[in-house]
């Protein structure tokens, strides 16, 4: 896996990954940003939260639930001091679906959580990280 960080000025970048998506990430005015894309540490907060959401949908998929949509949203805190780490994070998972098994929704959030999702894994090593979620009864 590779990727590319380009400076565009003040504290604007442009990151490009290598299957050829880009994306602008730019600092708070605070720190010399304009407030024109992402802050650097939201993406890898979204980063993780696509990485486990693309896992329970998956292991949903595969056993035969019925989900239509899956929604995570997530709460995060970080240290006071440099290096400012994430300290605990909290997804909430929002899943959609009809006749979703409650057991085989925890039990897909789990396997994310400790066997497939790398990002997960990763910051848990300074984070704190727990899940809950919500069924929701499609139409």
Same mark, same amino acid.
Request: aromatic content about 6%; hydrophobic content about 45%.
């Given at each position: 896996?590779?990727?590319?960080?380009?400076?565009?000025?003040?504290?604007? %970048?442009?990151?490009?990954?290598?299957?050829?998506?880009?994306? #602008?990430?730019?600092?708070?005015?605070?720190?010399?940003?304009?407030?024109?894309? /992402?802050?650097?540490?939201?993406?890898? $907060? *979204?980063?993780?939260?696509? =990485?486990?959401?693309?896992? #329970?949908?998956? *292991?949903?998929?595969?056993?035969?639930?019925?989900?239509?949509? =899956?929604?995570?949203? /997530?709460?995060?805190?970080?240290?006071?001091?440099?290096?400012?780490? %994430? &300290?605990? *994070?909290?997804?909430? %998972?929002?899943?959609?679906?009809?006749? $979703?098994?409650?057991?085989?929704?925890?039990?897909? /959030?789990? $396997?994310?959580?400790?066997?497939? =999702?790398?990002?997960? *894994?990763? $910051?848990?090593? &300074?984070?704190? /990280? &727990?899940?809950? %979620?919500?069924?929701?009864?499609?139409?």
């Amino acid at each position: 896996m590779k990727a590319r960080v380009k400076w565009v000025d003040g504290r604007m %970048f442009v990151g490009e990954s290598g299957s050829g998506h880009a994306v #602008v990430m730019d600092g708070a005015p605070e720190a010399g940003g304009r407030n024109l894309g /992402i802050r650097p540490m939201e993406m890898l $907060l *979204i980063g993780m939260g696509g =990485c486990t959401s693309f896992d #329970v949908v998956m *292991i949903l998929e595969k056993g035969r639930q019925a989900i239509t949509d =899956c929604v995570a949203e /997530i709460e995060a805190e970080r240290a006071d001091t440099d290096p400012k780490v %994430f &300290t605990r *994070i909290h997804v909430h %998972f929002v899943v959609t679906g009809r006749n $979703l098994d409650p057991g085989k929704v925890e039990r897909a /959030i789990a $396997l994310s959580a400790e066997k497939y =999702c790398s990002a997960s *894994i990763m $910051l848990g090593a &300074t984070a704190k /990280i &727990t899940h809950d %979620f919500e069924i929701v009864e499609a139409p």
